[in-house]
């Protein structure tokens, strides 16, 4: 059964700490994409990938990082110096990087602080 | 640069009756655009694109989309509401990459008894 699962469903930071949220997928796409979601506004993409070892900053890249060593795992690492990390996050994937293919979205997980 | 506008926050509708959400946007280039639902707290699903083919597009759970470039607009409609479309709907135009998804800020849609 292919898909793209988002791992933990709940998460929860403490002040100072490092975070890392799960993102897999089996549908052999090259890229994949991470957004946050606050209530009330459209996603807003964190960081993309258009390959393995490779990936690039979108429109609100400060305070996380990325990495991709597999074409199937893209993981987001909230950091501290991410002030204000309570949102929604998104994870994506489509078949390669180009306008026209659809992104396909996984359940999500969802970042609350403590 | 690619812009979206959903011209309504939240739309409330009775069951049985017809269901419009509007979309409007921006785009430098030939767009591609998309509506996507989000059901609370999931992931989004696509309903629908249009990529430059016919400019009436249908798709699942009988919702269809009308591309109006000289309106630049692509509204979502449904000629009938179930309960199951209570949801969050987005509306997305494409630009030349997949990075740049311009997501609009979503409709809320609720379906009466």
């Known amino acids: 059964d292919g898909g793209i699962t988002q791992s933990p469903k709940y998460l929860f930071r403490k002040e100072g700490q490092n975070v890392t949220l799960s993102c897999e997928q089996n549908?052999?796409?090259?890229?994949m994409y991470w957004y946050r979601q606050d209530p009330g506004q459209g996603l807003r993409l964190i960081y993309y990938?258009?390959?393995?070892?490779?990936?690039q900053k979108g429109d609100i890249a400060e305070g996380y990082s990325v990495s991709r060593e597999k074409k199937e795992s893209f993981p987001l690492t909230v950091t501290s110096a991410q002030k204000n990390p309570t949102a929604f996050y998104l994870c994506?994937?489509?078949?390669?990087?180009?306008?026209?293919?659809?992104?396909?979205f996984g359940p999500g997980t969802r970042l609350l602080v403590l | 640069a690619q812009s979206v506008t959903q011209l309504d926050s939240h739309v409330s509708v009775s069951e049985g009756t017809p269901v419009l959400l509007r979309c409007n946007y921006s785009?430098?280039?030939?767009?591609?655009l998309f509506w996507y639902v989000q059901h609370p707290n999931k992931g989004l699903q696509l309903l629908l694109k249009?990529?430059?083919?016919?400019?009436l597009v249908k798709g699942i759970n009988g919702f269809e989309a009308e591309f109006k470039k000289s309106e630049t607009s692509f509204h979502l409609t449904k000629p009938s509401a179930h309960m199951s479309d209570a949801a969050e709907y987005f509306c997305?135009?494409?630009?030349?990459?997949?990075?740049?998804?311009?997501f609009g800020p979503g409709t809320r849609l609720s379906v009466l008894p």
């Open positions: 997305v135009v494409s630009g030349a990459y997949g990075q740049n998804f311009v």
């Open positions: 994506a994937s489509s078949i390669g990087g180009t306008t026209q293919e659809t992104q396909y």
């Open positions: 990938s258009q390959i393995v070892n490779d990936f």
């Open positions: 249009y990529t430059s083919a016919a400019t």
């Open positions: 549908l052999n796409h090259d890229a």
């Open positions: 785009s430098s280039y030939s767009p591609s």
